[in-house]
C-alpha cells in the first residue's frame, strides 16, 4: 500500500551513461514533482506535472527529461550523467492547488563514479 | 536564495525533553509548512498552518506563525528517540505552487 514508490532505490553508474528514474503514485493527486536533495539536505524543486502537464520547470540542465504517461506516473530520463549529478531525487505527489502538502518517495540515490 | 531558514540547524536533547525550531522567511505565504525527514526516508509531512492562523496543534506538535516577523516554530513537546530526523520548513514565496524548502534542522534525542 505504498503511496510513492520510486525505482530503483540506489543506482550507481559510470560518467556519461544514461538513465531513467521512475515514479509512481497511487493516491490518486493530479500533481506530481522531481526534487534534487544534495549532499548537504538541501532540497531543490526540479519539475512539477499537474494531470500530465509540466507546470513547473526549475533551471535545470537539458540533459534532464521528465516524462508523465499518464497522472500516476512522472518518470525522470538523464542523459550524459555528470559527476555533479550525483544526489538524491525525490518524486512527490500532491492535490492540485496552492502549495499542497506533498507525499514523498523514499528517493533514489544516484551515484556517478 | 532560500526562502525558509531553519535555526538552530542542529539540536541535541534527551528524551522527554521539549525541542524548539523556528524558521523565517522572506516574502508573503499563503501557508507554511513542517517536514521530517528521517534517516534514508523521504519528507514526511507534518503539519499546515495557513496565513490566517496564529497557531495550530497536531499531537504532541504545536506549530505557530508570525506572519508580522515572517517566522515559524514547531515545538515538539515529551520527545522520544523516534523524533531524531531532520525537520524542514517549507512556503509558497508570493503565493506560487512551487514549495520551497528550508536547510532542514537535524533533531537528535538520546535515550
Known amino acids: 500500500d505504498t503511496a510513492v514508490s520510486q525505482t530503483p532505490k540506489y543506482l550507481v553508474t559510470q560518467m556519461g551513461n544514461d538513465k531513467s528514474i521512475k515514479c509512481e503514485q497511487n493516491?490518486?493527486?493530479?500533481?506530481m514533482y522531481w526534487y534534487k536533495q544534495d549532499s548537504k539536505k538541501f532540497l531543490k524543486i526540479m519539475f512539477s506535472?499537474?494531470?500530465?502537464?509540466?507546470?513547473i520547470n526549475e533551471t535545470v540542465p537539458n540533459r534532464f527529461s521528465p516524462k508523465s504517461p499518464d497522472k500516476a506516473h512522472l518518470n525522470l530520463h538523464i542523459n550524459s550523467l555528470e559527476l555533479g549529478d550525483s544526489a538524491v531525487y525525490f518524486c512527490?505527489?500532491?492535490?492540485?492547488?496552492?502549495?499542497?502538502?506533498?507525499?514523498f518517495g523514499d528517493g533514489t540515490r544516484l551515484s556517478i563514479l | 536564495s532560500q526562502q525558509g531558514e531553519e535555526d538552530p540547524q542542529a539540536l541535541s536533547i534527551q528524551e522527554g525533553e521539549n525541542a524548539t525550531m523556528n524558521c523565517s522567511y522572506k516574502?508573503?505565504?499563503?501557508?507554511l509548512q513542517w517536514y521530517r525527514q528521517n534517516s534514508g526516508r523521504g519528507l514526511v509531512h507534518l503539519i499546515l498552518?495557513?496565513?490566517?492562523?496564529r497557531e495550530k496543534h497536531s499531537g504532541r506538535l504545536r506549530v505557530t506563525l508570525d506572519t508580522s516577523k515572517k517566522s515559524s516554530s514547531l515545538l515538539i513537546t515529551a520527545s522520544r528517540a523516534a523524533d531524531t530526523a531532520s525537520y524542514f520548513c517549507?512556503?509558497?514565496?508570493?503565493?506560487?505552487?512551487?514549495?520551497?524548502f528550508g536547510k532542514g534542522m537535524k533533531l537528535t534525542v538520546n535515550p
Open positions: 498552518i495557513r496565513s490566517n492562523e
Open positions: 517549507a512556503t509558497a514565496p508570493g503565493g506560487s505552487e512551487k514549495l520551497v
Open positions: 506535472y499537474n494531470n500530465k502537464e509540466l507546470i
Open positions: 493516491l490518486g493527486h493530479d500533481t
Open positions: 516574502t508573503s505565504i499563503n501557508n
Open positions: 512527490a505527489s500532491s492535490r492540485t492547488g496552492w502549495s499542497q502538502p506533498q507525499h
